[in-house]
């Protein structure tokens, strides 16, 4: 579905990403782990063409993205939960839903919308409220089910447990294994490194703009290596 090869990115004249090949199949949830700044975030910016790479290919459903706007990468199917929510604060959850379908999933938004409420059952009682007023967790869910409203093939997730307490970071964790068991592709980039290999299938370690480890989840959680020197166990 994904194919990332030799991606070289960055800002200005500086690289953060100095060759990366990443993979995502239909199905999967595939991690992307590393700790602050080594380019996750760039990483994400770069797939969703809100920068262009220096160098390499990104190829979606067997097309080529560099190039391509954001706008014609999501109507693709290929959608960004940044970082951070980046919500709407002074609309209502349901104007931040609704802006979801702009580009992609219109003609679908009431069931969308359904869909939406159906999985995250606190924003149906929200819908009215301004966004910028409810739980950070609130608020993460709000960005989540705004992604989905664009009918996702792929939905990359940037650090979805950033912030939340430890019990909303177990629910966030499920939840994302419950929309990806109902058939969506995710790329997860986190630094919650225990939690996301217990539910990706697949995940790449990255590290001074390197992929440094990859392979199947389970295989890398049990990695002597790994545990010691990235996990602290």
């Known amino acids: 579905m994904l194919e990332v090869r030799g991606l070289r990115a960055g800002y200005g004249r500086v690289e953060i990403l100095r060759g990366i090949d990443l993979d995502v199949s239909a199905g999967e949830i595939v991690a992307v782990l590393g700790s602050n700044g080594v380019g996750k975030s760039t990483l994400n910016n770069n797939l969703s063409a809100l920068y262009r790479p220096f160098g390499g290919t990104i190829r979606f459903k067997g097309e080529d993205l560099v190039g391509l706007s954001s706008t014609e990468v999501v109507k693709r199917g290929l959608i960004h939960v940044p970082e951070g929510r980046k919500i709407f604060p002074d609309l209502s959850v349901l104007e931040n839903l609704e802006l979801g379908s702009l580009v992609r ?129």
């Open 105 to 233: 999933g219109k003609p679908n938004r009431r069931r969308n919308l359904e869909r939406v409420m159906a999985i995250f059952p606190r924003l149906q009682e929200r819908l009215k409220q301004l966004a910028g007023t409810m739980s950070g967790g609130e608020q993460q869910m709000l960005a989540i089910g705004r992604g989905l409203m664009s009918e996702p093939e792929l939905l990359i997730m940037d650090e979805p447990s950033l912030g939340l307490s430890p019990l909303l970071v177990e629910e966030m964790f499920a939840l994302i294994q419950r929309i990806n068991r109902e058939g969506l592709s995710i790329l997860l980039m986190e630094q919650n490194a225990v939690q996301t290999l217990a539910i990706a299938h697949r995940a790449y370690i990255i590290e001074n703009g390197h992929v440094t480890m990859q392979g199947k989840a389970a295989d890398l959680l049990r990695d002597p290596a790994l545990r010691k020197n990235y996990l602290g166990l």
